[in-house]
């Protein structure tokens, strides 16, 4: 009698404890994927946080729930994860900001290109008059010089080394050119200028007449 009832006492307690398990195990929650789960039975905001390696106030916050609240969930339930939110706020904040920079960036573009066409139009503008100079041109590489072609030879009494001068000929075209030299033609000529041009561009007619500006 006393086998039969350590027997069943055994019995009782390997029972007992293979239904202890059981009601002890619980299913982790399925991932919907990165940043969705749904719940399964048994599970909690504290299991879930722990599975995903955040914090509960983080999981509450994420899904509108008052933080530290009692807060129920169901099988079935869809339960969004911080990291939904945070990088949605992220996306955001780098948006802005790059829009931010592109705007400023065309802005100083703008500001910029103002700028340099304001101070192009008042150097354009700002000449003083010095009346119609006859206009010859000459190719100072042939002469043996390497003076360049930014210059013009002129009579230095009228226009000192230096002088910088906007000389529009008769077909319209402008030139700006900065005294440099005089030569034979130009310092017998208080009215005339040499301009310096490759021999290339020199035009066909030699010799024509211009209106010329002191701009400097």
Do not use: C
């Not at 139009?121 to 003076?147: C, H, R």
Request: proline share 3%; aromatic share 6%.
């Amino acid at each position: 009698m006393k086998k039969v009832l350590s027997i069943a006492l055994a019995s009782t307690i390997i029972l007992t404890a293979l239904g202890a398990t059981t009601a002890n195990t619980v299913d982790a929650a399925t991932t919907v994927d990165s940043t969705h789960v749904t719940v399964e039975k048994g599970d909690t905001y504290k299991s879930i946080a722990a599975e995903n390696n955040t914090t509960i106030s983080a999981l509450e916050q994420a899904n509108s729930r008052t933080v530290g609240g009692f807060d129920l969930i169901y099988p079935g339930e869809t339960i969004t994860l911080p990291s939904a939110t945070s990088n949605t706020a992220s996306t955001d904040t780098t948006t802005a900001t790059t829009t931010a920079a592109a705007t400023d960036t065309t802005t100083q573009a703008a500001t910029t290109a103002t700028d340099t066409t304001s101070t192009q139009s008042t150097t354009a503008t700002t000449g003083t008059s010095q009346g119609t100079f006859k206009i010859s041109f000459y190719d100072p590489a042939v002469l043996g010089s390497n003076m360049g072609y930014s210059g013009v030879a002129a009579n230095l009494s009228v226009f000192p080394k230096g002088t910088q001068l906007k000389i529009t000929l008769a077909d319209g075209t402008v030139m700006y050119r900065t005294v440099n030299d005089t030569g034979t033609f130009a310092n017998s000529n208080s009215q005339q200028l040499d301009v310096a041009m490759p021999s290339s561009s020199i035009p066909s007619y030699g010799v024509t007449s211009a209106s010329v500006e002191v701009i400097s």
